[in-house]
C-alpha cells in the first residue's frame, strides 16, 4: 500500500525518524547506526522504519535533501537588493554551515557525501550563471556562462568543505566575501575582463 506524502502523520513520522538518525549521527557516527537504533532513538517500531524507508540509506538521502531544500530556500530569498553585494547567497550558505557544521561535516564524509557537494554544486551554479547573465553582456562573455558558473560553484563548495574540515578558522562573514571575490577574480577573464582591480576584503586580525 503506497502511502501518501502530504498526510501530516506521514509527514510527523518521517520527521520523527529524520531527527532521530540526525542524532545518532552526532552521537555514533553512520557507519554503527542500525536500523533498531534509529527506531528506538524515534520512539518508533521497526516496522515503521520499513513503511516509510527501504533502508539506512535511504533516510540518509532524505536528510540531505531537506537540508539542501531548507538552504536553497534561504538562499532564494536573498533580495534583488542584496544579490548587488554578489556575496550575500555565501554569506546565508556560511552562517548555516557555522550553525550546523558538525552536520554538515558528518553528511558531507558519509556514503551521501557526494550527492551533497553535487547538489551544493548545482544549487550555486545555477544562482551565480543568473548574477553573471544579469550582469555581464553575452557579447563580453569569453567563455559560456555555464562553464563559469559550474567552475566557482565548484571552488565555492570546495572552499567551504576546507573551512568545516579545519575547524572555522575564519567568520562566516570573511569566508563570503572572500570566496565571492576569489570566484570573480579567477573568473575575470572569462567574463572579459583583461585586467582585475577589486581589492580582496581585509584578512581578519
Same mark, same amino acid.
Given at each position: 500500500?503506497? $502511502?501518501?506524502?502530504?498526510?501530516?502523520?506521514? $509527514?510527523?513520522?518521517?520527521?520523527?525518524?529524520?531527527?532521530?538518525?540526525?542524532?545518532?549521527?552526532?552521537?555514533?557516527? *553512520? #557507519?554503527?547506526?542500525?536500523?533498531? #537504533?534509529?527506531?528506538? !532513538?524515534?520512539?518508533?517500531?521497526?516496522?515503521?522504519?520499513?513503511? +516509510?524507508?527501504?533502508?539506512?540509506?535511504?533516510?540518509?538521502?532524505?536528510?540531505?535533501?531537506?537540508?539542501? @531544500? @531548507?538552504?536553497? &530556500?534561504? $538562499?532564494?530569498?536573498?533580495?534583488? !537588493?542584496?544579490?548587488?553585494?554578489?556575496?550575500?547567497?555565501?554569506?546565508?550558505?556560511?552562517?548555516?554551515?557555522?550553525?550546523?557544521?558538525?552536520?554538515?561535516? /558528518?553528511?558531507?564524509?558519509?556514503? &551521501?557525501?557526494?550527492?551533497?557537494?553535487?547538489?551544493?554544486?548545482?544549487?550555486?551554479? %545555477?544562482?551565480?550563471?543568473?548574477?553573471?547573465?544579469?550582469?555581464?553582456?553575452? @557579447?563580453? /562573455?569569453?567563455?559560456?556562462? !555555464?562553464?563559469?558558473?559550474? +567552475?566557482?560553484?565548484?571552488?565555492?563548495?570546495?572552499?567551504?568543505?576546507?573551512?568545516? @574540515?579545519? #575547524?572555522?578558522?575564519?567568520?562566516? %562573514? *570573511?569566508?563570503?566575501? $572572500?570566496?565571492?571575490?576569489?570566484?570573480?577574480? &579567477? &573568473?575575470?577573464?572569462?567574463?572579459?575582463?583583461? !585586467?582585475?582591480? /577589486?581589492?580582496?576584503?581585509?584578512?581578519?586580525?
Amino acid at each position: 500500500m503506497s $502511502i501518501n506524502q502530504n498526510d501530516l502523520r506521514v $509527514i510527523k513520522t518521517r520527521q520523527g525518524l529524520r531527527d532521530a538518525f540526525l542524532r545518532l549521527l552526532l552521537e555514533k557516527g *553512520y #557507519d554503527v547506526i542500525s536500523i533498531q #537504533d534509529i527506531a528506538t !532513538e524515534a520512539q518508533a517500531a521497526r516496522v515503521t522504519f520499513y513503511r +516509510h524507508y527501504k533502508n539506512k540509506e535511504e533516510l540518509l538521502i532524505d536528510c540531505i535533501d531537506m537540508i539542501y @531544500e @531548507e538552504l536553497a &530556500g534561504h $538562499i532564494k530569498q536573498v533580495s534583488k !537588493e542584496d544579490y548587488q553585494q554578489g556575496y550575500s547567497p555565501m554569506l546565508v550558505f556560511y552562517r548555516q554551515l557555522h550553525e550546523d557544521g558538525k552536520i554538515y561535516r /558528518l553528511l558531507s564524509t558519509s556514503r &551521501g557525501g557526494q550527492f551533497l557537494v553535487n547538489r551544493l554544486i548545482k544549487l550555486f551554479a %545555477e544562482r551565480i550563471q543568473i548574477f553573471i547573465e544579469g550582469r555581464v553582456p553575452a @557579447e563580453q /562573455l569569453q567563455v559560456p556562462s !555555464e562553464i563559469i558558473a559550474h +567552475h566557482m560553484a565548484s571552488a565555492f563548495v570546495g572552499l567551504a568543505n576546507w573551512w568545516i @574540515e579545519n #575547524d572555522q578558522p575564519y567568520s562566516p %562573514e *570573511y569566508m563570503a566575501q $572572500i570566496s565571492f571575490w576569489l570566484g570573480l577574480a &579567477g &573568473g575575470a577573464r572569462g567574463f572579459g575582463v583583461e !585586467e582585475f582591480f /577589486l581589492d580582496p576584503p581585509p584578512i581578519p586580525k
